[in-house]
């Protein structure tokens, strides 16, 4: 399991191939074997794969926040899944589940062969619109996924500047704190 962890990066350009809704379907089906405060189930889906949206989609998202590069139109996803709540401003554990729900849907898509990337810098106006979300719902995430073009590494380090950097050959190196950096204090009974 930490190898399919590891292997789960954000990926920020793709191969322009179709992505058959079967696939965006089963996507979606590991969600509902996924945890869920309360047991609430409160987020909901919206999918696309039509070219035409997906170009339309594109035009509306922010890559890379930590550094000045942006995929070009060819490198774009084939697909969106759009993560939706009923209520415009949701507690915090529906951001928990939002975030379960992505971890599971990015982990099956790496198991079909894709790529991801977790997307929460966007036009929502318009990629609402885009998708005709139904009245009543606020999108709050955005997954891109596609047939991933590049290759991402990890590089363990204890700097706390954690600035990913992206090489020109399409190569993305993220920094990466090892696990004695993230642990305050243990509670060992045994020393």
Known sequence: MLEKLKQNRSHRSFEQMEIPKEDLEKILTAVT???SARNAQETRFMYTNSEEQCRRIFKETKWAG??????????A????????????????MNFVD???ALQSMTLLAQDLGYGCCILGAYNKKEVEKIFGLPKGYFSFLLLAIGKAKDTVSLVSTRDLSLKYQREEDNHHTVFKLPVEALILTS???NN
């Open 187 to 189: 509670i060992d009974e």
């Open 77 to 92: 996803p084939t697909a969106y899944i759009l993560l939706c709540h009923p209520s415009e401003k949701p507690n915090v």
């Open 33 to 35: 074997y996924s945890a």
């Open 98 to 100: 939002m975030g379960i």
């Open 66 to 75: 930590a550094i000045s590069w942006n995929p070009q139109e060819n490198e």
